[in-house]
Structure formats: C-alpha cells, structure tokens
C-alpha cells in the first residue's frame, strides 16, 4: 500500500505538477487526483535503469503535438492508472522532456503486469506507447528539463521509503520483544541469552534513530525554502539498509516460524506472523527510487564537485603544464582559507556542547567526525586528483560516514527536543540515543580506517580476474543452467512481440 501512495503521491503526477507544474495543469489535473484518479511515473526501460539519461522513448514535435512512442518497464501503478509522468527524449535535440499523458489516449498500452518476490499486490506493469499525440500543453516544465523534473520529483518522493521503513522497524520490534519474552529455550526466555539481548537492544536503538532520521528529513522539506537533495538521499539510503537488516534479525529470532510461511503458520494452528513476508517485501527498497549504489554516488558527487571545481585544471590530463601552474594560485588561495579551520576549530570545541548533558560527548564526537571527513576528502582529492571519481570504494566509505553522522545528529536532536519538551518517555530515549550514537562511533572510526587500508586494489584485481573468466573454473560443479550470453539480454516486449507479430506466447530467451 505504501508503495502505491509513494509512486502516485511523490513521483506520480502530483508532485511533478505541485513543482513544475502550470496553473491550468494544476486545475486540470489535481482535482482529478484528488478525487481519486491514480497516477504512475515511467522512467525506467528494458535497457535503461540507474542511468535514466539513456533512456530512448521518443517525443517527436509535430507543431502542437508530440508523438510518443517507446517503452517503459516496472512502472508502479502502472496498471490501474488513468494518468502517467512520461520521460521521454527528442532526438532532433537529445534532450528529454517530461509529459503529462493519460492512458485513455490511443496508443497507451499496458503490455504486461508483472510479478515479484514480494509486495505481491503491486499493480507495476509494462506500458507501451505507439504514436500517442500528446497535446503542448501537457509538457511538465520547460521543454528538455524532463531529467532535472524527474530528478527533483525523486528528492522529495524519496522520502516516503525511509518512513515506510522505520514502521517496518517498528514492527519486528513488537514481534521481537513478544517472542523473546514468550519463546522459552534451555529453560529461560530467549532474550536472556546475552546474544538474543544484543540483538533486541540495538534493533531498538536503531529503530529510534530511524524515526529520527525520516522525521528530520521530512520536517525540513515540509519547511520548505532548503535544498533537501543530500538529507532525503541519505534518509532513503540509512533507513533501507537498517530495515532490512533489522527484518533479517528478526526472522533470526524468529528461528524456523521466521521462515515460515504466514499460511502454513496458520495452517498449523500458530499465529500468522508475517516475517517472512516483510523479508520479501523489504527486499526491494534498496534497488526501487534510486539503489544503494546510486543514492551512495549521488551523496558523494556532492562531496567532491566542490574539490573538483577548485582543483579544475590542475586534475585536468588534457591541460598543459603551464595553465596547471596558472590555476595554482586559485587553488592554494582557497585551500590556505578553508584547511587550517578544520583543523583549529578542534581545540575550541572541546567544551562545545555542555548543556547537552549526557549526550555532549556524542555531539562532540560529530562536530569532530564532519571535520575530519572534511579533511579526509581533501586528502583523497590529493592522492587521486582526477580519478577521485572513479574510486567507489573511497566515496562509499566517505558516504557511509556522512549517513552515520546525519543519523546521530537527527537522533540527538531529537533527545533533546523530548528532554527540552519534558517529554514522559525522554529517559528512555536518552538510553537509545546513548547506545545508537556508541555503536555508531564505533562504526565511525572503522569506517575513517577503512578509508586508507583496505584491499581495495586487491578486489579489483580479483574482479577482473574473475571477469576475465580466469575463476570460471570455480563455478563447475554445479547444474548447468543454460546461462550462455543469450540469458543476460535485457528484451523489449514490443519489439519482441513485432518479431513473433502472429503469436502471443513469449518464448523464454533461451531453452
Ligand atoms: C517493484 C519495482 C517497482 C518499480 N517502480 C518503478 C516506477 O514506478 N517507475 C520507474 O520508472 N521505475 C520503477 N522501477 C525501476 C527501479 O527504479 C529500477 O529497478 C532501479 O532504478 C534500478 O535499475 P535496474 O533495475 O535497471 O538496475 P541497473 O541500473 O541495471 O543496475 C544493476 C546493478 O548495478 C548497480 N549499478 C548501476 N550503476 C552503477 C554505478 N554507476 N556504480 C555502482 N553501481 C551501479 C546498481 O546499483 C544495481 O545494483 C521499479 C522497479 C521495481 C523492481
């Protein structure tokens, strides 16, 4: 259900339109939302995912019109939806636009409903286009900012996910804390094994802090007037990853009932707890609305544009030596300014914080931690000038610290509203704000670590070994599944379908 309301409400035509759209598309449209028309975004193709700038269904301008035609692959809603957002590219210019088109209109087909390992009630289907004219009027925004609309569309929808996640989190928390005080194994509660107790104690500290997290992210978009790319990014990206590892605890504690089905739990007399569903279900809020390796690279860019602006001709391999000493001056100027405080400051705040009682030492911990990632980036732009870019698993680690410092900031600040309010529960959310922000530094320094020793260059050593078919004799041993290179093609249904244009059945793309 959360994921038909986040792809009508967040990117589906009312959020596009609340942003870019014009008065009489807004009249026109929203009230027929409101109403209860369902709307869907289609972006993603056959051949096009996390670099939706590919993409290849056409608007051709034939003077009022454009023609639209293309397809689009996983579109949420997509099957009972009477309005859709359609990114699609002009190839006179290459740009690609954005359109309000709805599916009444000759042309829009919805080829296929397709099926997943969970949310088995989402309506997300293949929808194709053939020639649909689509009236000026429905362009959303200026013409070729199609990309930049769907992005921003995203920044904001982004955070229905993290949310969604702190109530799966919620969840498994009642589900852990009943069972581990009702399941009984050699002869004592299952939580007073000291592991089983860890376990809860930091599924609940988590949780806090995923509540935290989406709270602050979405109050700051609800204020408006703030650029919330970065928060809402690294919002949907902390709180996936923890709820997903919080269901997985949970089927853990769980034990076999964890991997039961919810019927055969039934079937059997026990009561239907649905962990092994929420697995399924959780699954996919780390690929859909940006993945995790997309949402990490999106946070990094952030990072490191302004380095690379800085750096501008010095990294740059095709200047010659003499423009890269002319842009040191720049470099060196802005460098003398911007490095020393981050090491100075330090010293001043060493007795920042100290109403903050308890909590000051964590708020220390971050104000250091954010300028020693500051540094860090710079030492990184240092080493690898140029290739910065390229070095994922340097950008990653970086990212994983800045995740870890927004979730302990949102979580104290949180504490300290409920403490300031006299909030009844403010003890008890001292305590998990204690432990959440202990494991977290302790991730912290791990990760500052990490940073500059790792094998890194051993892995993608190993990788290309493997990709070279240098390990393929590690793979023998097995059954063979027919997996030659016919098996990985990405297919267009369309396409395929004016191939075979007399038969309706699809053959398998091999076998
Ligand atoms: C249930 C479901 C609902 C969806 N709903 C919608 C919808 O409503 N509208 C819509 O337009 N789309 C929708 N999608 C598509 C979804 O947004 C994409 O699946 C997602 O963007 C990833 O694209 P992809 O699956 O093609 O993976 P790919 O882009 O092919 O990526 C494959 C893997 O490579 C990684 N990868 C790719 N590029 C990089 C890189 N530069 N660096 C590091 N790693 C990289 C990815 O993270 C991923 O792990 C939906 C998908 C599903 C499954």
């Not at 982004?158 to 109530?167: N, Q, S, W």
């Amino acid at each position: 259900m959360s994921a038909l309301l986040s792809a009508h409400q967040s990117i589906g035509i009312p959020q596009p339109l609340k942003l870019f759209g014009t008065p009489e598309q807004k009249k026109k449209y929203l009230p027929r939302c409101a109403a209860g028309a369902i709307s869907a975004f289609a972006l993603t193709e056959p051949h096009v995912g996390s670099d939706p700038a590919s993409l290849s269904t056409t608007a051709v301008r034939d003077g009022d019109i454009f023609l639209l035609n293309g397809e689009k692959l996983w579109c949420t809603d997509g099957t009972l939806a009477e309005l859709l957002v359609v990114m699609a590219r002009d190839p006179a210019t290459k740009k690609i636009s954005a359109f309000i088109v709805d599916t009444d209109w000759p042309g829009v087909k919805v080829e296929y409903r397709c099926h997943f390992m969970g949310l088995k009630a989402l309506a997300n289907g293949v929808i194709s286009f053939c020639d649909v004219r689509v009236p000026r009027e429905n362009l959303i925004g200026e013409e070729g900012k199609g990309l930049r609309i769907a992005l921003t569309t995203l920044n904001t929808g982004r955070l229905t996910l993290p949310a969604v996640c702190a109530g799966i989190a919620k969840q498994c928390l009642k589900i852990c804390r009943g069972w581990s005080n009702a399941r009984h194994q050699w002869g004592v509660p299952i939580w007073k094994h000291e592991a089983v107790a860890h376990m809860i104690a930091d599924m609940a500290a988590t949780t806090f802090a995923m509540d935290s997290v989406w709270m602050l992210a979405s109050q700051m978009a609800d204020r408006g007037g703030y650029d919330i790319r970065l928060e809402a990014a690294a919002a949907k990206e902390w709180n996936t990853v923890r709820a997903w590892e919080i269901v997985d605890t949970t089927l853990q504690l769980r034990g076999g009932r964890g991997y039961e089905t919810e019927s055969s739990l039934k079937g059997r007399g026990e009561y239907p707890i649905p962990v092994e569903r929420m697995m399924r279900d959780c699954r996919i809020n780390l690929i859909f609305e940006g993945s995790s390796e997309i949402m990490h690279l999106f946070m990094a860019r952030e990072a490191v544009d302004k380095h690379l602006e800085v750096a501008g001709a010095m990294i740059d391999p095709k200047k010659a030596t003499n423009e890269k000493l002319g842009a040191l001056g720049g470099i060196l100027g802005f460098y003398a300014k911007w490095y020393p405080p981050l090491w100075l400051k330090g010293f001043s705040a060493l007795s920042q914080y100290s109403d903050w009682g308890p909590l000051a030492s964590h708020l220390r911990s971050v104000e250091r931690s954010c300028r020693k990632l500051a540094r860090e980036s710079f030492h990184g732009m240092a080493v690898y000038q140029a290739k910065m870019e390229r070095k994922q698993g340097f950008l990653f680690r970086a990212v994983d610290i800045v995740m870890e410092i927004f979730a302990m900031s949102a979580t104290l600040c949180r504490t300290r509203r409920m403490i300031d309010d006299g909030h009844p529960e403010a003890q008890q959310a001292i305590e998990l704000a204690d432990l959440f922000c202990r494991s977290s530094r302790r991730k912290v320094r791990r990760l500052f670590h990490e940073l500059w020793s790792n094998d890194d260059a051993v892995k993608n050593r190993v990788a290309a070994s493997v990709m070279g078919g240098r390990q393929a004799w590690l793979e023998g041993g097995v059954l063979d599944l027919g997996l030659d290179e016919r098996a990985f093609q990405t297919r267009s249904l369309v396409e395929l379908r004016k191939q075979l244009a007399e038969t309706d059945a699809i053959p398998a793309a091999t076998g």
